[in-house]
């Protein structure tokens, strides 16, 4: 499964050199960390940026939100759409399943509601953590720019294996790529699916650490640590396909409401980057991890973003209202050969809630937004890797600021 991608308007390689995390024992990255760079960033080849963000979580309120006539799920991420545009390849984790007709047990309704919270098939509860969410965010999600989104999470067995099903019936209708999930019986088809920007092939591969606690009777999700040896695998099949240019993994792991990573994490990441992952994208603790690049032993190097926290959700802590848009710039030599990272950058991002309802929006600690905020999201990512949305048309490539901060003063 594979969508070729062409968009006029892109953003530029303006990004900045990822931080390196130096983590403590709670994972928290001080404002000195050492700036990481990538080797080469100047080499001649095709450069692409890929976007990510963190949970796509339509808790009940978001869910009225956007059923209310004339309204739509585009408004959550509205203020940032220019972001998630311009990308070459735009990604999120979709958590919950997109089942249309499957009440609460994964049981067939009589009839599909449409596009109302009835609490039978689409709902978000609080109290049994059972989420389902109406179709039309499919096409809503492809409208703002993104082009695929991860199915493998805690929430994906929310609807049984009919919501599975459903799931993957309507992003297949809609033409979403994803990754992580199939449905029951469909043992031949790929977990992972390629996207195609540029001329470059990224392959994607999706995994979960739970499903909270649902069983997976028809094999239908693919688990990060259960599965460890399949999925370092299947990773180092795509790696070594000559039809695939890049890998982006994106694992659904680590501990809610910890800035913390988990060790087991860690030596996931890096037994994935060994397997050929050319970067990792974590999700699932709700709130922001720290960044690493992490060197194979063939001294390839590799990306790691532990978490990028919620992008939208109603969850109400600071730390839960704060996540990060990560800009990453892929290049494929000129002379052959995979992709790699040449450079990466983050927007941080803020969920604000007043009557107007839900959005995503730009983390800036000006008006109306705590500084206090803003310097907690930079502790993690520290902020000299920190891009202003504002100065992506103007700001020069990774390539490009390497050069200018080399080149000697004029008189």
């Known amino acids: 499964m594979a969508r070729a991608i062409g968009r006029a308007a892109r ?30 960033p100047c080499e001649a ?25 004339g309204r739509d799920f585009r408004q959550f991420w509205e203020p940032v759409a220019d972001i998630l545009a311009g990308a ?4 999120g ?30 709902s978000a509860d609080l109290k049994t953590l059972n989420f389902n969410y109406h179709p ?6 492809i409208a703002s720019g993104f082009d695929l989104v991860s199915t493998a999470n805690n929430h994906a067995m929310d609807r049984g294996v009919l919501g599975i099903d459903r799931t993957v019936d309507n992003l297949d209708r809609y033409g979403l790529p994803f990754t992580g999930t199939r449905k029951a019986g469909e043992t ?25 606690g649902m069983p997976d009777r028809k094999s239908q999700v693919l688990f990060c640590f259960e599965e460890r040896e399949w999925l370092l695998a299947e990773i180092r099949k795509l790696a070594s396909d000559p039809a695939v240019d890049a890998v982006m993994v994106t694992p659904h792991w680590g501990i809610e409401d910890s800035h913390g990573v988990e060790q087991r994490a860690r030596a996931l990441a890096r037994d994935m980057i060994d397997a050929g992952a050319t970067a990792v994208i974590g999700a699932h603790p709700h709130v922001l991890q720290p960044w690493e690049k992490v060197v194979a032993r063939d001294g390839r190097e590799g990306l790691v973003i532990y978490s990028l926290g919620n992008f939208v959700s109603n969850q109400r802590k600071l730390p839960q209202r704060t996540g990060a848009i990560a800009l990453i710039e892929l290049t494929k030599p000129a002379t052959g050969g ?10 941080p991002t803020w969920v604000e809630i007043d009557g107007r309802g839900h959005r995503a929006v730009e983390l800036t600690g000006g008006r109306g937004q705590s500084m206090g905020v803003l310097k907690a999201a930079l502790r ?11 100065s992506l048309p103007h700001l020069p490539g990774a390539c490009r600021a390497v050069a200018e901060a080399a080149a000697p003063e004029s008189p």
């Open 11 to 40: 953003l530029p390689a303006v990004l900045a050199l990822v931080a390196c995390v130096g983590a403590g024992g709670d994972g928290a990255v001080s404002a000195e960390a050492e700036m990481i760079t990538f080797r080469e």
């Open 45 to 69: 080849g095709t450069r692409i940026t890929v976007a990510a963000v963190g949970d796509l979580l339509f808790h009940k309120r978001l869910q009225l939100e956007a059923y209310a006539k």
């Open 88 to 91: 070459d390849l735009t990604y």
């Open 93 to 122: 984790n979709l958590e919950g399943p997109v089942a249309d007709g499957v009440a609460v047990g994964g049981r067939a309704a009589k009839k599909d509601p449409g596009r109302r919270l009835d609490g039978i098939v689409y």
């Open 136 to 141: 039309s965010v499919i096409p809503d999600l």
């Open 188 to 212: 031949t088809r790929a977990w992972s699916v390629v996207t195609r920007a540029d001329g470059l092939n990224v392959a994607w591969l999706a995994c979960t650490y739970s499903l909270n």
């Open 338 to 347: 995979r992709a790699r990272v040449t450079a990466a950058g983050f927007i």
């Open 380 to 390: 993690l990512l520290p902020d000299g890797n920190r891009v202003l949305s504002s």
